[in-house]
């Protein structure tokens, strides 16, 4: 259980740490509030840093159903424990999401905008074409697994213990130079699962959970995933 456990807890200080940034930013008399894309995409790459330093060691810290699935694919996971990883980090992003309420209780009641509150929790695209966004995730998510891969492939940084930083300094530019057309899910249980957190906790005042887009951040980050892991083996091997 070691593994599975490890993977809740590195998903759950993910999404802690990165929706807790965006709640700062967008909740209302929050002293981070209006701090912008910046402070969100930092807080969501030290968040995952952090995860990585914590949880690597045990789990490989993939934290992410497009990790798993990409590494099964190439041969570099094993099958079986796919679906263990990934109920894994459904379970851990709903947690991070509760806390994150939790965190900011006293907020939600003074925020008047239900699309804020909504976007604390999960993405949605500045520009509503779903086959566009789509398109959005998957590049961005292929992004991410191909340089995962790549910085794993490199033993220095293995060695002098910088991985974790480089994976987040990823997820950083990521979130700068492609996250701002859907606000960069690139994740499935880090959507899905904190958009549940939203459909079932008490949140004041609270509007929908926009299910209708909520398959986008899902599928698109699946297929970039997988596309990112097959390109890199067949590049450069796996």
């Not at 809740?8 to 993910?14: F, H, Q, R, S, W």
């Not at 509503?128 to 998957?138: C, D, F």
């Not at 509007?207 to 995933?225: A, M, Q, T």
Request: glycine share 14%; net charge positive.
């Amino acid at each position: 259980m070691k593994p599975f456990t490890a993977e809740v807890v590195g998903t759950m200080l993910l999404v802690l740490l990165g929706d807790g940034a965006v709640a700062g930013c967008l909740l209302s008399r929050s002293k981070a509030e209006k701090s912008g894309w910046i402070v969100i995409v930092t807080g969501w790459a030290m968040g995952l840093a952090v995860a990585v330093y914590a949880v690597g060691r045990i789990s490989g810290a993939h934290l992410n159903p497009a990790v798993t699935l990409g590494l099964a694919v190439i041969g570099k996971f094993p099958a079986n424990r796919v679906p263990q990883y990934i109920l894994a980090q459904f379970i851990g992003a709903f947690l991070g999401a509760t806390l994150v309420w939790l965190a900011y209780l006293p907020h939600w009641a003074d925020t008047e905008s239900k699309a804020l509150k909504l976007a604390v929790f999960s993405t949605g695209p500045a520009i509503r074409r779903l086959p566009l966004n789509l398109v959005t995730e998957i590049i961005g998510t292929f992004v991410l697994v191909f340089g995962i891969l790549a910085i794993s492939a490199n033993t220095e940084a293995s060695q002098s213990g910088l991985t974790p930083l480089l994976v987040g300094l990823l997820l950083w530019a990521i979130g700068l130079s492609l996250g701002a057309p859907t606000g960069y899910a690139i994740n499935p249980a880090r959507d899905l699962g904190p958009r549940i957190a939203h459909a079932v906790l008490p949140i004041a005042s609270k509007g929908g959970s926009d299910w209708g887009y909520s398959w986008v951040p899902v599928v698109g980050p699946l297929i970039g995933g997988i596309a990112g892991a097959l390109a890199f083996a067949g590049l450069f091997g796996a």
